[in-house]
């Protein structure tokens, strides 16, 4: 007889909001070409798109989208160069 595989019947994990939000804003960035614009435009586009994330996640408190802004505008900041030169 063939056998079996053991099918798990675990509901798929779901998101918080918080976690939902998170990952709606760091597509946004990707999406709207935030890495690497002016500094400026970056703060005003934050500014902005905060306000959309409050409107659209209203359970989210006023800590958990400041912290959402901290993460996205260190997200859309270009990587750092290596420095190779330093000695091992």
Not at 66 to 84: S, T
């Amino acid at each position: 007889m063939a056998k079996q595989k053991n099918r798990s019947t675990k509901a798929p994990a779901t998101s918080s909001p918080y976690e939902e939000a998170r990952d709606e804003l760091f597509q946004h960035i990707m999406r709207c070409g935030v890495v690497g614009s002016a500094e400026e435009h970056q703060a005003e586009w934050f500014t902005e798109t905060m306000q959309y994330m409050k409107d659209r996640y209203p359970e989210l408190s006023a800590e958990q989208v400041e912290e959402l802004r901290k993460l996205g505008e260190r997200f859309a900041q270009p990587p750092k160069k290596r420095d190779d030169t330093a000695a091992a």
